[in-house]
């Protein structure tokens, strides 16, 4: 096998691990609209609304995941130290010639980022109710991410495509 030959499976597969941590993305955001809606038919009881945190927390979990794997396979580093969830999300705003398309546009930045610290806020608040009313922008910037998030998402997909169809030209 050729080193163009390894590389075009590479990339197949880093297309595979893509499409699967998008499903994932998708798997937490219809379980969060499921317990969003029974808040909104029940009333927003501390467990329902507990568990809505706990899938926004989930949600952004696995859009970083997607977002670290690109940054590992593609950008060939992970930011380190204390930032590097805020450094990665910079990295991946990024249009780096040769290499990949930005995945996360400017206006979906500050909704990501509101994600990642609701999410620090859920793994650091243990025994704390969370407030549904101070949680509506934090679900608001969940919906935005989910419209805008795949116009990258595609354009990383094709560029990753095209990348293995050069592979595969003699």
């Known amino acids: 096998m050729t080193e163009r030959e390894r590389e075009a499976r590479r990339l197949r597969l ?3 691990r893509l499409k699967n941590d998008w499903e994932t ?11 969003v809606d029974r808040i909104h038919s029940s009333g927003p009881d501390p467990v329902a609304v507990a568990a809505a945190a706990l899938y926004l927390q989930n949600l952004y979990t696995a859009v970083e995941e997607l977002l670290r794997r690109v940054a590992v396979e593609l950008d ?5 130290g204390e930032d590097w969830h805020r450094d990665l999300l910079g990295q991946m705003t990024l ?4 290499v990949r398309p930005r995945v996360v546009d400017q206006t979906l930045h500050p909704d990501l980022d509101l994600l990642q610290r609701f999410r620090h806020v859920v793994r650091h608040a243990y025994a704390q109710d ?9 679900l ?10 795949p116009t990258g998402f595609t354009d990383l997909q094709h560029t990753i495509r095209n990348a293995i169809q050069e592979c595969e030209r003699d």
């Open 14 to 16: 880093l297309l595979a």
């Open 25 to 35: 993305v998708t798997s937490v955001h219809s379980r969060l609209h499921v317990a």
């Open 76 to 80: 060939g580093s992970v930011p380190a």
């Open 95 to 98: 249009d780096v010639p040769g």
């Open 130 to 138: 969370y407030d549904w009313g101070e949680m509506q922008p934090v």
């Open 140 to 149: 608001e910037a969940a919906e935005r991410t989910m419209a805008t998030f």
